[in-house]
Structures are given as structure tokens and as C-alpha cells.
């Protein structure tokens, strides 16, 4: 295939051109890489390596569809490169073909994350019994992270404990028993997770010698994209793989690495050259999305990092406005600072659906989701569930819906859920009995009304009956106070519920203190109910051209790899962004900063930074301005100072 010069600019030429050995193409934002990682493959193509001995390496499904598309346009429609796939999806087959090598039937069946997370939650209730969800034992979700982070990070299950999650070190010996339980289940049910589909691949090829051989006689020229997001597990899998011809070509951007959370390990990428001396080194500096304004604030936020592959990038497009710093007084404000731009953006022609409004956790967008939905402004969340759908915040809003209607048989519900030891009959029996009582909330507690009940559940419904009883004469006394009957709500259990039950228990503690920031003083608990409720007339789902013509709400892990012609970037404050969890540890710092160039990178065109002084009604809690806008300078922006009464 005779590569035309129209086809390549003059720093991505080199690259896919590039001879035989170790490469690695330092690829940023906007710059190409997946026509690069393409048209390399294609160049091998052509000089005569046969498709099979590609190994060309994903991170999503779509991703290798994408390039399989391409490589098929390129070099002819009946094309295919059979070992194409995300590193779980190349690992299954190779376990299927190759399993019994190290004694793994390769007909064992995949467990889905649910599957996993049932059987994790049968096994800690086996190992701890009584004690499940007590004295620091983490939920399911939570040893289903641990397990799989240990695996992905090539670290014992103690040794995890220590350096993420200390505070969980009185419970390690039952977190390893747990563990070791659990490995032995998938023995007996001969069945695999997703990261045994890792941990068998390198299995095979460190503990079958003959399988090394052949696989990389196979895979001749290993092809990686992302690499900035690979773990210390697929590094070695790789590192493996190309020990003997080194032809491993891997596209990657360290200044995107955002995902250490999930195992993704950046030293991969920053020690390359280290690990394959003589590794050529590309740059792809030249950036076809983003104005040179918007670039030259990239650049100088990802000056600050240390632990980073310099480069610097430019744009061809013409000069354009430059990214404007929005100040004002509080998170409300910045709502109406939003929605008022965007209605003015959507009067002059602008498509919704290139929009975007990202922020750094999910809460910040409830007062975004609210202030839309007013002005009936369709909007599309990106990152996962509508803020008032997640588990905790469908909790708090029970106990309040049970305290200004009685009788919201589906409220009730999802309070008896969590009383101990209630499971579906016994709440429906309970229910039945309320139904008949003139006074619920007092029943709940009542002597003669817990009789009717088993001994075992009834300690439980007593508490729920006098945390209810507190509520509704604290709601009594002052029924204007919808947020402190949320603080109260926390206060009495709810929070260590939290903790015995979720994942990340701290951010949903933070969702429910900003769901309470959102409240003014003097609110009306109906209207506020109602108000979320009709939040669906914003937001409901929408699929194809539909989905694609509304405003998007998304997490900036969410938003990495799109791209909008206008981005706003919300509540950029110290212990927001960078995070509080991060603000005073150096790498974690330095992963922030990263975060922030992914956002600012998703903009074309106009790109708005918001800086709201306070969150909450009534003067609310003073949030400094973020480090980060000291970092960039004065230079680099427009700033300007919203004042809500202007409007």
C-alpha cells in the first residue's frame, strides 16, 4: 500500500513509517493517534507481514471497530486482522485456545460484574456471618474493587489494604479470608472474572514456556492505543510478549492519564525508553480540534507537572477569542450563568448537542439539572445515573416523601429495605398493618403494633419508628428546614448505613450534603419534591439524533475522548478541583492537574471556566478560588465577573 503524502502530516509520517523495533508515539490531544496506530498497522500490512501476526490492542470495543473499519477502507473491504480486540477480549480467546496448558478448562464460563459482585457478597456474609456490614467490613462493590485492583496492580491483597485503603486494615484478615474464598468458589463453579482473563494470560505465558514460544512467534508486531491507561498487569503481559523482537508500537498521551483509580499506572508510559533502550520517540504535537487560544491554556496547565514527557501543542487553525475565567458569588449563580449563555448560543444558531458542560464530580451538576429543566432546555447525562436516581439520594428522598405524605406506599418501602433483617414478605406484611393505622409514623415504634411482627425485626423497626417520630417534629417545629432535616436524616444512622453499604461512601456523603446546599432557607419539602420529580421533562433518555441534539452534562472521566465546540468547565475551587482527597498529595495532585487538561482540551471553539465564591443558599460555605488558575496566569484568559442581577 503506497502511503500518499496527503495522508499523513510531517509528525505522523515518521511514525507509522518508522522501522522495526520499539516505538513509542507521544500522542496529544487532538493529533491524530488513531489514524497513526491505523495506518501503521496498514503500513506493516503492506510490506508483506501477514494480518495474523498483528496484535493490535484496544481499550473498548468500539475503538478496534473503528480501526478495523479504517484498516478495511485502507487496504481493501474483506480485510480483517483476526487478533484485533481489547486486551479482555484477546485474553478469552487465548485462554480458550491455550487454558489447558496451566490446567484451566477452557470452557469455564464468564461471570458479568453483577454475577461477581453476588458471589463476592455471598462469600463475605459466609465469612463473616453476623458481622457482615459491621466493624469496618466493607460492602461487595468494595471488596469486588479491592480484588480486582490487586489483581490489575500486581499486588497482595494486604499490601493494597496498606498503601489505598488504610482505614480498612482492622478488618484485613477477614478481607484475605474473603478473598481466598472467593478464589476457591471460581474453582469449584468453574467459572472466570474479567480479570482472570488478564491474570491466565500471563499465567501462560510465565508458566508455559512452549506458549511464550509460540505467541510470540504469533504476535510479531504487538500495536497498543492508550497506553497511558494500561496497568501494571498488561504492561507485563506486553513486556512479555515483545521481550525477544521488541516490535511493540504503543500511541499514548501521559498528560491524559486519568485513571489511576481503576489500576492504570503511569510510570507504563513514562519509563518506556527506560525498559526498551534505542526506542524511538515521536511526538504528535500538532492539535486539528482546538483553537491555538484554547491550546496555549493546555500547555501552560501541564507545564506545572514534573513527572511528564514534554511537549507542546499548537494548532493550524486561526487565532481565536481567548478561554474566558467566569468569577462569581455562588454555584447558583453559576447555574444561571450556564443555562443564560447557552440560551444565548442556541438563539444564534448553535446545535445542542455540540454543548457540553463538564465538571469534576457528579454532584455539581444538580443545581445544572434543575436550573435546564426550568427553562426546559433538553439535556443528556453522559456520566451514568441522573443525580437524583443514584441509591443514596432515592434513600434521603424517602424518608423525606414518608414525612409530607404518609402514606407513598413506595417510600415506605425503600425505608423497610433498610431495616435489618426485613426482606419482601415481611415488608409487604408490615405495610399491609400501616396501611390500617390512622397515625404510620407513630405506629412504627408503637408496643402492641411491633408484636405482630417477628422478634428479629422488630428491634429495627423500632429504631426506623423513632428516627421517624424525631423527623417529623423536627419537620413540625420548623417545616421550612429542609435541609436540616437532611443533616438530621445523616445524623441519625443514615451516614453509617452509608459506610456498611456503598462503595465510595464519602462522595455520596458529599451528594447528599450538596443536595442539601441546593435547598433555601424557608423551602417548601413539596415543592422541592416535585421539583425533582419533573426533572425527567429536562432529561429523559433519548437515543440516535435525538440523544445527539441535547446539551451534555458529564464527569470529565466521562468526557475524555470527545469533543464539543463549546465546553464549560464548573466550579473550578480549591478542594473541588483539584479534589480534597488530592490537593495535598503530590501524585494525585499531579493526576488532577492532568484532569484539568483533558477538560480544556475537549473545547473547539469557546471555552468557559467558572469560579463560583461560595456554594449554598444564604452566603452558603466560601470555596477558594483552585490553585490551578494561579498556575495559568493572567495571560492565557478573559476574565469576567457574572452578577445574576444583571440579567
Excluded at 448560543?345 to 443545581?367: M, Q, T
Excluded at 406506599?409 to 429495605?417: D, E, I, M, Y
Excluded at 441519625?492 to 456503598?502: A, R
Amino acid at each position: 500500500m503506497p502511503l500518499s503524502e496527503k495522508d499523513l502530516n510531517e509528525e505522523q509520517a515518521p511514525a507509522v513509517l518508522a522501522p522495526e523495533g520499539p516505538a513509542l508515539v507521544l500522542a496529544g490531544a487532538g493529533s491524530g493517534k488513531t489514524r497513526v496506530l491505523t495506518y501503521r498497522a496498514a503500513h506493516l500490512l503492506a510490506r508483506g507481514v501477514p494480518p495474523p501476526r498483528l496484535l493490535l490492542l484496544t481499550f473498548t470495543k468500539k475503538a478496534s471497530q473503528v480501526m478495523q473499519a479504517r484498516l478495511g477502507e485502507l487496504m481493501g473491504q474483506f480485510l480483517i486482522v483476526p487478533w484485533s480486540g481489547t486486551f479482555h477480549h484477546v485474553g478469552f480467546r487465548l485462554i480458550r485456545e491455550f487454558g489447558s496448558r496451566i490446567g484451566v478448562d477452557g470452557s469455564r464460563t464468564l461471570l458479568d460484574r453483577e454475577d461477581q459482585r453476588d458471589l463476592v457478597k455471598e462469600i463475605r456474609d459466609e465469612v463473616c456471618g453476623s458481622l457482615a456490614g459491621t466493624e469496618g467490613i466493607p460492602p461487595a462493590a468494595t471488596l469486588q474493587n479491592l480484588l480486582s485492583l490487586s489483581a490489575n496492580l500486581l499486588l497482595p491483597i494486604d499490601e493494597l489494604v496498606r498503601r489505598r485503603s488504610p482505614w480498612l486494615l482492622p478488618s484485613l484478615d477477614r478481607i484475605e479470608a474473603i478473598a481466598a474464598r472467593y478464589r476457591t468458589a471460581k474453582e469449584q463453579y468453574r467459572v472466570l472474572d474479567f480479570d482472570d482473563l488478564l491474570v491466565l494470560w500471563l499465567r501462560l505465558l510465565e508458566e508455559s514456556p512452549g506458549t511464550l514460544e509460540l505467541l510470540r512467534d504469533r504476535f510479531r508486531h504487538l500495536l497498543v492505543d492508550e497506553y497511558q491507561d494500561t496497568n501494571p498487569l498488561q504492561s507485563r503481559i506486553l513486556d512479555r510478549l515483545a521481550e525477544d523482537h521488541r516490535n511493540l508500537f504503543v500511541v499514548g498521551d501521559d498528560s491524559q492519564s486519568i485513571y489511576s483509580f481503576r489500576g492504570a499506572e503511569i510510570d507504563n508510559i513514562l519509563t518506556f525508553q527506560d525498559r526498551y533502550p534505542g526506542a524511538r520517540l515521536f511526538r504528535l504535537e500538532k492539535n486539528y480540534r482546538s483553537t491555538p487560544n484554547i491550546l496555549n491554556l493546555a500547555n501552560r496547565i501541564i507545564l506545572h507537572n514534573q513527572r511528564q514527557i514534554p511537549k507542546t501543542l499548537y494548532s493550524p487553525r486561526p487565532s481565536a477569542d481567548h478561554p474566558v475565567l467566569v468569577r462569581m458569588f455562588s454555584d447558583a449563580d453559576q447555574s444561571r450563568f450556564v443555562v443564560r449563555t447557552i440560551e444565548e448560543k442556541l438563539d444564534r444558531g448553535a446545535e445542542p448537542g455540540e454543548i457540553a458542560v463538564l465538571y469534576r464530580a457528579h454532584y455539581l451538576s444538580l443545581p445544572l439539572q434543575i436550573a435546564l429543566s426550568r427553562k426546559r432546555i433538553p439535556f443528556h447525562l453522559t456520566s451514568g445515573l441522573k443525580f437524583y436516581e443514584q441509591a443514596h439520594i432515592k434513600d434521603i428522598l424517602a424518608f423525606l416523601r414518608v414525612l409530607e405524605n404518609a402514606r407513598d406506599q413506595a417510600a415506605w418501602k425503600r425505608l423497610l429495605r433498610m431495616v435489618p433483617k426485613v426482606g419482601r414478605k415481611t415488608a409487604e406484611k408490615i405495610l399491609s398493618h400501616l396501611a390500617g393505622e390512622g397515625r404510620p409514623l407513630q405506629a412504627l415504634s408503637d408496643p402492641p403494633f411491633l408484636k405482630v411482627f417477628p422478634g428479629g425485626v422488630r428491634g429495627g423497626l423500632a429504631t426506623m419508628g423513632e428516627r421517624l417520630a424525631d423527623l417529623a417534629r423536627m419537620k413540625e417545629e420548623d417545616p421550612g428546614n429542609v435541609a436540616g432535616l437532611i443533616g438530621k436524616i445523616l445524623e441519625t444512622g443514615y451516614q453509617e448505613l452509608i459506610y456498611e453499604t456503598f462503595e465510595d461512601p464519602e462522595s455520596r456523603v458529599a451528594d447528599i450534603l450538596a443536595l442539601a446546599s441546593q435547598i433555601p432557607p424557608e423551602g417548601d419539602l413539596s415543592l422541592f419534591l416535585a421539583e425533582l420529580a419533573l426533572l425527567d421533562a429536562g432529561s429523559e433518555e433519548a437515543e440516535g439524533e435525538e440523544r445527539a441534539n441535547r446539551i451534555v452534562l458529564s464527569t470529565i472521566h466521562q468526557a475524555k475522548g470527545l469533543e464539543w465546540d463549546t465546553v464549560f468547565l464548573l466550579s473550578l475551587n480549591e478542594g473541588v478541583f483539584p479534589s480534597n482527597k488530592s490537593k495535598d498529595i503530590e501524585e494525585q495532585l499531579e493526576e488532577e492537574r492532568r484532569l484539568f487538561y483533558v477538560a480544556v482540551t475537549r473545547a473547539r471553539q469557546d471555552l468557559f471556566l467558572c469560579v463560583p465564591s461560595v456554594t449554598g443558599y444564604g452566603g452558603g460555605s466560601p470555596m477558594p478560588p483552585s490553585r490551578f488558575l494561579s498556575e495559568i496566569g493572567d495571560e492565557h484568559v478573559t476574565e469576567r465577573i457574572y452578577n445574576a442581577w444583571d440579567d
